[in-house]
């Protein structure tokens, strides 16, 4: 089983920025996808950006430029540093993991932001 925990959302102007963590515990083992997904009010949950062991990383395009996603895989973490925020981006945010050998996914509980116009 693993277990996944955000920190770091909030309340920040249109402009500002925030970083998300995601720290992940647990039986963790073999290559997987960890980012974050966003779920906005009215909408589905929809891919922010994600990290692939040892691959690329992906970029939903309303993001590309101002968001950046990091992982580190001695300390199972992926980290978002979300810049030029938008009012738009508000919502709860989701740290995702999925094995590739498997396919198992696991979420963590979700970190509100929101951008103040």
Not at 71 to 95: A, F, H, I, W
Not at 102 to 107: C, M, S
């Amino acid at each position: 089983q693993v277990q996944l925990v955000e920190s770091g959302g909030g309340l920040v102007q249109a402009g500002g920025s925030l970083r998300l963590s995601c720290i992940a515990s647990g039986t963790i083992f073999g290559p997987s996808v960890m980012g974050w997904y966003r779920q906005i009010p009215g909408k589905q949950r929809e891919l922010v950006a994600t990290s692939t062991t040892g691959g690329p990383t992906n970029y939903a395009d309303s993001v590309k430029g101002r968001f950046t996603i990091s992982r580190d895989n001695d300390k199972n973490t992926v980290n978002l540093q979300m810049n030029s925020l938008k009012p738009e981006d508000t919502g709860v945010y989701y740290c995702h993991l999925r094995r590739i050998i498997g396919g198992r996914e696991y979420w963590g509980q979700g970190t509100q932001v929101t951008v103040s116009s």
